[in-house]
């Protein structure tokens, strides 16, 4: 733990729609700020109304891509209700356009890949905290295997593989067919010279 000062007062609002997400996130935070009042929601509905109820939170990490999140658009009214609350925003969905469009946001202080090591996520809370904004930074992966080339689209689909999800899953996840997402699959395990999902998975965890 650093030196932040942590009375009983500081609330962080954690919000993913999935709860060992925010069992993890819970245990970064705790890392990273000691014992904090954690506030959890699971949809853009009740995301915006913890962040408007109670003590106002100290920072809030929000997944884009909640149900009610309108992939990420209701961001934009979060930062109108709430202008002074540091928003660390961590993600499966990375396309180029999705980042920039977040870290447009003034209340967004940092973009985190949602398979990026817990370091960097550590690292955005604390920048959000200070009152910094970090620029998004490509994985390690990215950067030691320049050969792989992605589009933002099968770079989305991996990084939800990574999580565990089911074809049926990504494909809901992402607003596409189960057959578009299987084709996106075959394109990522050639890139990846991989004969399988878990093939796909271990090596980018390995190379992280």
């Keep these: 733990m650093n030196g932040f000062s942590t009375g009983q007062e500081m609330t962080v609002l954690i919000a993913d729609d999935h709860a060992l997400v925010r069992d993890g996130l819970r245990g970064l935070v705790a890392s990273v700020l000691g014992e904090v009042d954690v506030v959890e929601a699971d949809d853009g509905d009740s995301l915006m109304r913890a962040a408007c109820a109670g003590a106002p939170a100290r920072v809030a990490l929000v997944d884009l891509n909640m149900p009610g999140m309108e992939r990420g658009f209701r961001l934009a009214e979060l930062a109108r209700l709430c202008p002074s609350l540091p928003l660390v925003v961590i993600s499966a969905l990375t396309s180029p356009d999705v980042v920039r469009r977040t870290l447009e946001i003034p209340t967004v202080h940092a973009f985190v890949s949602k398979s990026a090591p817990s370091e960097q996520i550590c690292a955005a809370i604390e920048a959000a905290m200070q009152g910094n904004k970090l620029p998004f930074a ?3 992966a990215d950067t030691k295997r320049p050969d792989l080339v992605l589009t933002p689209r099968m770079e ?8 565990g999800m089911s074809n049926k899953l990504i494909a809901s996840t992402l607003g596409i067919t189960e057959g578009t997402v299987k084709n996106y699959m075959s394109e990522i ?20």
């Excluded at 989305?156 to 999580?163: F, N």
């Excluded at 395990?189 to 992280?208: G, H, I, P, Y």
């Design 189 to 208: 395990f050639k890139a990846l010279n991989v004969s399988n999902r878990t093939q796909a998975a271990q090596l980018d965890s390995e190379s992280l």
């Design 156 to 163: 989305e689909v991996r990084q939800l593989l990574r999580l």
């Design 138 to 140: 490509l994985r390690v």
